[in-house]
């Protein structure tokens, strides 16, 4: 298996299209990292420090923004405003019939639209993003008071940041190997592992070594359920109909339609955190306009996010939630009942057409459940673990490492494929 892995590795940077493919990918990231460390003006870095420190959610914010969030860099808001519009589009395949005509109806031309769409409304997201986020900061003194110009001055930056890096995305997507905003998440909470290893070091005592212990043997098993999960399905068997020419009749092939185990992925988990996000934004827009109750419950629900219990419960029941809803607007049933129906194809036992539509949906539903509950409990993890331990230097963070697990697997298998390709 190593001697394997070593041919491959010399086939990946023997082959010219593909060496370039990973140094583009390189330094495509070293780019992206270098602008994270470009900090806007005005910003108070022990304040900085502290917010987060005593602010999980953001803690996790930051891991969507590549971390560029924890340094409040030019590229502060990350890709989170082009995944948030992406979510949206798709959302809008329910409710306007020709966004969905575009996505499942027209082919590459459909898909060309859909991602255009996408990026246009990630311009006003970035917008509306960067105005909550400056606000917040300020009323927590974390960057200086801003004027007017400064304020549009800052805001200009951090749009214009946020589309860099989805262009960059976009352009690693096309000419590198991999999802590129996937990968600039990932390069993201990679960047944070050394500062965090070290920071739990020189915290330590020999009072809370056993809880570190215990932290890395936690860490390893949900690394080995993460790649089990991400890798599980549930296989339906499809079979076709014979097929008679003259006196001959062949056999019909059969094959079998995946369901996986997580077939939302890590979106739910971004509907969660958006969802939880939305009311200190507007709490924060409101105090910066003096509105007299914005400040007492911007104190309340402030109190509630810092709660490793109380929010931790919340944000369990919004993921397992919206893993349904995304699973439910995502997967149709009905389309890939009428699908199989039009190529002949059937569910072995089960009549086509609302029979096997009812079959599929129920294989769905059941499937779907423990993978909710497993996406919960993942992004649940360093509120759990903070709850028992009181630990706040190195949390497991359930997120970053589904995130991390999924785009490395995704990567590898996309350079094995390039390599396979040119092995054959």
């Known amino acids: 298996m190593l001697n394997s892995f070593i041919r491959k590795i010399k086939l990946a940077f023997g082959d010219s299209e593909i060496r370039f493919r990973i140094l583009f990918l390189i330094g495509a990231l070293a780019l992206f990292r270098f602008l994270a460390s470009i900090p806007i003006p005005g910003v108070d870095k ?16 930051n891991i969507f923004s590549g971390g560029g969030l924890s340094r409040l860099s030019i590229v ?28 499942f109806e027209e082919g590459e031309t459909g898909r060309a639209k859909f991602v255009g769409w996408s990026r246009l409304l990630t311009i006003p997201i970035a917008v509306l993003q960067g105005i909550a986020f400056l606000f917040l900061l300020e009323s927590q003194g974390v960057i200086t008071h801003l004027g007017a110009i400064a304020l549009i ?36 909470i990679l960047a944070r592992v050394p500062g965090s290893i070290s920071e739990a070091v ?33 296989s339906i068997p499809i079979a076709y109909a014979r097929a008679v020419r003259g006196a001959m009749m062949s056999q019909g092939a059969a094959t079998y339609l995946p369901i996986r185990l997580l077939q939302a992925g890590v979106i739910p988990i971004i509907f969660a955190l958006s969802l939880l996000l939305l009311p200190q934004m507007a ?15 911007s104190v309340w629900y402030t109190a509630f996010l810092s709660s490793p219990w109380k929010y931790g419960a919340v944000y369990f029941l919004f993921v397992v939630l919206f893993t349904y809803f995304y699973t439910a607007v995502t997967f149709e049933p009905h ?23 009812e079959y599929i949906e129920n294989v769905v539903n059941r499937v ?32 970053a490492l589904l995130i991390a697990v999924q785009v490395a697997l995704d990567l590898a298998q996309k350079i094995d494929a390039q390599v396979s390709l040119r092995e054959y």
């Open 46 to 61: 022990n304040a900085l420090a502290s917010f987060f420190a005593n602010n999980q959610f953001f803690g996790l914010l």
């Open 335 to 357: 389309r890939v009942a009428e699908n199989l129906q039009k190529t002949g194809a059937f569910v072995p036992g089960v009549r086509p057409g609302r029979e096997t539509e």
């Open 368 to 399: 779907t459940l423990p993978g909710a509950f497993f996406l919960g409990l993942l992004a649940v993890a360093p509120s759990i673990i903070q709850g028992l331990t009181g630990i706040t230097t190195l949390v497991l963070g359930g997120t």
């Open 202 to 234: 020189f915290a330590s005592t020999a009072a809370n070594i056993p809880a570190y212990l215990g932290f890395f043997v936690l860490s390893l098993a949900m690394i080995y359920a993460v790649v089990v999960v991400s890798d599980a399905e549930r």
């Open 283 to 297: 709490l924060s827009a409101l105090n910066a306009f003096h509105v007299s109750f914005a400040a007492s419950a």
């Open 153 to 188: 001055a800052n805001i200009a930056l951090i749009t214009a940041g946020s589309l860099l890096l989805m262009w960059l995305g976009e352009l690693v997507t096309e000419f590198g190997i991999g999802n590129g905003v996937s990968l600039i998440i990932l390069a993201g």
């Open 76 to 103: 502060m808001l990350g890709v989170g405003p082009y995944i948030t519009a992406s979510i949206i589009m798709q959302l809008g395949t329910i409710i306007f019939p020709q966004i969905k005509q575009a996505y």
